[in-house]
């Protein structure tokens, strides 16, 4: 009996390396509604758990190169989406965000800034680079991210910018094999927004 349970916790973990992408996806799904009532609690969560469970593929992941220089174009294509999306208006997710922001500017700075990117990009780039198919990755990750974003069909536009925008993040990673930058792309656009809040 012992050995047959024994061999259920190793067939688990070889499906659990197998699925990446589903264990990630996982962990962002509880990470994110742990924030729901603790935003630093749950990102933080988020963001260690799926760092540690894939800690030597992470760390890989994290080289710094000099002809990855050559994506820093794209960060002035994430802060024109932005300026695009703030002449359109905020959608209900944005409009929440910002009466986050108002009653308590410094611990959703933290929140909003920092972990949510780290947890966003090493989910939806990190997480399904399983996907050997770059188009299929590049569709399928951008389609997931932009469904979190809005709350209704209405919301449309807001759906268009959030999955042109997750494309940019994911061509970007694919291409450089480099998780910091679509991470600092992303941190950059969540900044503006937040300073736009702000100021």
Known sequence: MLNDEFLWYISVGEIMKKYKTIKILF????????????PLFGGLFGVLLIYFLNFKDVNKKLSFSKRNLKYLLFGSLVCLLFFIKYFIGNSEHDSFLISLINARAWYYFIYLVILSPILEELTFRY?????????????????????????????????????????????????????????????????????????
Do not use: W
Not at 27 to 38: D, E, G, P, T
Not at 172 to 181: A, E, F, P, Q
């Open 127 to 199: 997480g399904f680079d399983t996907i050997k198919n770059e188009y299929l990755y590049l569709i399928i990750s951008s389609l997931l991210f932009s469904v979190i974003r809005v709350n209704s069909l209405s919301e449309y536009l807001y759906f268009i910018i959030a999955f042109i925008f997750s494309l940019l993040l994911g061509y970007v990673y694919r291409k450089s094999d480099d998780i910091k930058l679509p991470i600092c792309f992303h941190m950059l656009y969540n900044l503006l927004f937040y300073l736009m809040v702000v100021f």
């Open 27 to 38: 962990i962002f799904l509880v990470a994110s509604s742990i924030s729901n009532k603790y």
